[in-house]
């Protein structure tokens, strides 16, 4: 059954019928790689390829955003005390976030409608790296890379996985990502990148508070392929395609 391209889009979840129709005017959108700019033409959904700012809309409703998680948002569809990350993407579509975030870290929630690539991302089997930019409340020993690399005891039956340790220098690409407020008075050592293959319940906090350090800010830089891009602010969300590697721009 053919149908109008403003139509696939809103029922895909990528915005209201009218703001559809402004996207397709401003030709962010593609019809099997041409530019297309006229809401009202049909389209097969099953067979059509359509995109949106190069990023693929999958037909039959499945609907992945990159939302910047800004803090004070939680991971859940709904929650009496607190907002939840569903108010940042358009509603509807059965979406829900794939694993979670503290209210009070930062940086990349995927938030999706596909169960079967939410639970290929989130299952420990799949080892999945999360890449994790740390500021500390004091200087990361260099011994602790060795630590992280062959499992930190954070109180639970098993060690932690194998993880990756850098300890950033000062002209660490990833400080990019470090807001403003945190970026004067750091001394070496304070900020790391930490890249885990786990999940588990306040992973990163624990593994440095079992080596002596807190964290402090805390924000997620990249999820498997999916990196956050620089130019994203907190607290939007664009659509994104977790079965194609992302640029990080
Ligand atoms: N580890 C944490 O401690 N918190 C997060 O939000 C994610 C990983």
Do not use: W
């Not at 397709?24 to 700019?37: E, R």
């Not at 099953?46 to 939680?74: C, F, I, M, Q, W």
């Amino acid at each position: 059954m053919l149908i109008r391209l403003d139509k696939f889009l809103a029922d895909a979840g990528v915005g209201t019928r009218s703001e559809v129709k402004s996207i397709i005017k401003k030709k962010a959108v593609t019809l099997n790689g041409m530019c297309v700019d006229k809401p009202e033409i049909k389209l097969n959904p099953d067979t059509d390829e359509v995109a949106v700012n190069g990023s693929s809309v999958a037909s039959r409703g499945k609907v992945t955003y990159l939302l910047h998680k800004p803090a004070g948002y939680v991971c859940a569809t709904e929650d009496s005390r607190f907002p939840t990350v569903m108010e940042l993407v358009p509603q509807g579509r059965d979406l829900f976030p794939v694993g979670r975030l503290d209210k009070d870290t930062e940086g990349l929630l995927l938030i999706t409608n596909d169960g079967a690539m939410a639970h290929r991302m989130l299952s420990p089997r799949s080892h999945v790296d999360k890449a994790y930019l740390a500021l500390l409340d004091g200087p990361a020993e260099s011994g602790y890379i060795s630590l992280f690399e062959e499992g930190v005891d954070i109180g639970d039956d098993k060690l932690t996985l194998p993880s990756k340790l850098v300890i950033c220098d000062e002209n660490d690409p990833a400080l990019a990502y470090l807001p403003e407020e945190y970026r004067s008075g750091l001394c070496p050592g304070q900020t790391v990148l930490l890249t885990i293959q786990e999940g588990r319940y306040h992973q990163v906090k624990r593994m440095f508070h079992a080596v002596g350090r807190e964290v402090v800010y805390l924000k997620r830089l990249s999820f498997g392929e999916l990196m956050l891009p620089l130019s994203l602010k907190k607290g939007e969300a664009i659509l994104c395609d977790p079965y194609m590697p992302a640029d990080g721009t």
